[in-house]
Structure formats: structure tokens, C-alpha cells
């Protein structure tokens, strides 16, 4: 079994919040990883809302520089500063970022002082550990936006029933099992490829604006979770179009094509808010396996 990965959908609005539905906001939780995928005007108040320490942010990942996906950075730094935030804050986006976080910074008088190490990304992985990689995948979207990938690497585990059979001990002597190395213990050789097994890492995409693009499909490709914007329903095809958005019916078609196990709609125009239903229906049809994201809502994968 893989570690559990923690989603809480902190903000699930549009361009414009309602009063169900903050401005965007996304955060993972992996071992002691909270990554915050956009920052929308007040998501710190999200944070408490649904009981969750700002402090344990680790990484911020930035789509794009619209204001409903950054304008909650601010006041969510200023927040770490007076709660003693004694990590260091990796901030990653589209190149520009460096630039806007200054002219943000700038804006108040910003009192305390934190880390931060803020780096610009385009196509490719970015963050590489024992554990996970995050990677970044470019979308269409009028300006430099990115969508997210977080994918768990495929780990050796030991297979506890069969380790009883053979009785070996606890301790170091399992540590080289999970590296796929064989051990000697008590004059007996043990095989790894016997007392262990493969286990299949997880992979969360994250696409929050963006248009429909060819690029999309294969970025998100085998995701166990696709959370995708759905800014508009099918009739509304035109204005997605325009303003360079998803309909619930391409949100679908995308969970489709690229093989994705679960999809979760996110960022819905307020247009939508009396007739929600009508958005994942639509989606439905084409990905049965289809769910509307809402407000302070957790999920395990």
C-alpha cells in the first residue's frame, strides 16, 4: 500500500467567489509535504475554516498571475510571519513570478520576516525527492500559465504475511530488502523479489485555467486524480472559448482521453451556483467517474 494523500479543496470559485464557494485554492498533504496549489483571496481564512495550520505549508505552487488564483498570498505571509513560520517557503510559477512577488511585497508594509525561495518554472519536473517529483506542464490560457502534476514514485515494500513465514527480524537488515537488495541473515539467504512487492505510486494533476489544448491530455496522462476546472457548461461553449476556459463536457473528455481514474471539478463561474448539478451531469455522460469539488471538502487517494 501507498502513503495516503490528503486533498482539501480550500476554494472552488471562478473569476468571482459566491457565497458557497471561495476564490481557488488546493492543498496536498504527503508526510509532512503540504503543497498549496494557488492562493485565492481568503484562503488563510480556508486554512482555519477547515482546521488546518498555515504554518505546515511547505511549497506554494502558482498557475498563473490572474488575481483570483494569488490575491490570498499576502495576507497568508503576513500570517506565517506573525505565527513564528520557521521553514522556508518554496514559492514556484510561470516566469514573471520573481518580479510580481516584489511588486506584491511592495504593496504593505509587511511586518516580520520569513524564507522564501521563490523559482520560475516552465514544461518539465522541478522537484525531485526519494518519495515524489512535481512537475509543470504549460497550458493555454492568454497568459504564461502551468498546470501541476504531483506523482508518487513506485516504491518496493515489504510483504508483512510472508516476512512472518521467514522470521526475520526488524531493523536494518529490512532496510536493504526495500532497496531490492538480497540479505544473508543467520547463514540463510533471503531474495527480495520474494518477500516483497511493487507498490504503484499515485499521480495528482492539478489544472486550474486554461483552454483546450493538445498538450493537456498528455501532461495529465494515468492521473489517479484529475482535478480540472470546469469554469463553464457546454452551452456555454462559445464564452469558454473566449475567455480561454474549460466546459464541464472538455473537463470530461480530458479525464477521458488521458486514461484518469477520478475527476473532480473545480473552479465554477458563478453563473452556475443554482444549477451545479447541471455541471457534473454534463461531465457524467462522457466520465462516469465524475464529482463536483465543494468548499472545505477532504479526500484520501
Known amino acids: 500500500m501507498s502513503e ?26 504527503y508526510k509532512d509535504e503540504n503543497i498549496l496549489f494557488d492562493c485565492g483571496e481568503g484562503t488563510q481564512r480556508q486554512f482555519r475554516k477547515a482546521g488546518l495550520n498555515p504554518c505546515k505549508i ?43 512577488m516584489e511588486l506584491l511585497l511592495k504593496t504593505f508594509v509587511f511586518l516580520g520576516k520569513i524564507k522564501i525561495e521563490i523559482q520560475e518554472i516552465e514544461n518539465g519536473k522541478f522537484v525531485d525527492t526519494p518519495d515524489f517529483y ?47 537488495k538480497n540479505i544473508i541473515y543467520e547463514g540463510k539467504k533471503y531474495l527480495a523479489r520474494d518477500l516483497t512487492v511493487k507498490g504503484e505510486g499515485k499521480k495528482i494533476s ?27 457548461s457546454q452551452e456555454l461553449n462559445k464564452k469558454a472559448e473566449e475567455y480561454k476556459h474549460l466546459t464541464s463536457k472538455q473537463a470530461a473528455e480530458i479525464a477521458k482521453k488521458s486514461k484518469s481514474k477520478k475527476l473532480f471539478l473545480t473552479h ?34
Open 206 to 232: 492539478v489544472v486550474m485555467d486554461t483552454s483546450i489544448n493538445k498538450n493537456i491530455i498528455s501532461f495529465v496522462k494515468n492521473s489517479d486524480l484529475l482535478i480540472c476546472e470546469a469554469t463553464f
Open 4 to 29: 495516503k494523500i490528503k486533498i482539501t479543496f480550500l476554494g472552488t470559485a471562478g473569476a468571482v467567489p459566491s457565497a458557497e464557494r471561495n476564490h481557488p485554492a488546493v492543498l496536498l498533504n
Open 58 to 100: 511547505t511549497k506554494l505552487l502558482i498557475s498563473h498571475w490572474h488575481g483570483d488564483h494569488v490575491l490570498g498570498i499576502p495576507g497568508l505571509l503576513q500570517t506565517l510571519a506573525f505565527s513564528g513560520y520557521n521553514k522556508k517557503l518554496f514559492i514556484y510559477g510561470p516566469r514573471g513570478t520573481k518580479k510580481f
Open 134 to 180: 512535481l512537475e509543470s506542464g504549460k497550458v493555454s490560457h492568454g497568459i504564461l500559465c502551468n498546470a501541476y502534476s504531483f506523482v508518487e514514485k513506485t516504491k518496493l515494500r515489504i510483504d508483512k504475511k510472508k516476512l512472518e513465514k521467514v522470521k526475520l527480524p526488524p531493523g536494518p537488515i529490512l532496510k536493504k530488502l526495500k532497496e531490492g
Open 268 to 301: 465554477l463561474s458563478q453563473r452556475h451556483d443554482r444549477n451545479q448539478k447541471k455541471i457534473l451531469e454534463e461531465s457524467k455522460k462522457i466520465f462516469n467517474n465524475s464529482f463536483l469539488a465543494r468548499d472545505l471538502e477532504t479526500i484520501e487517494i
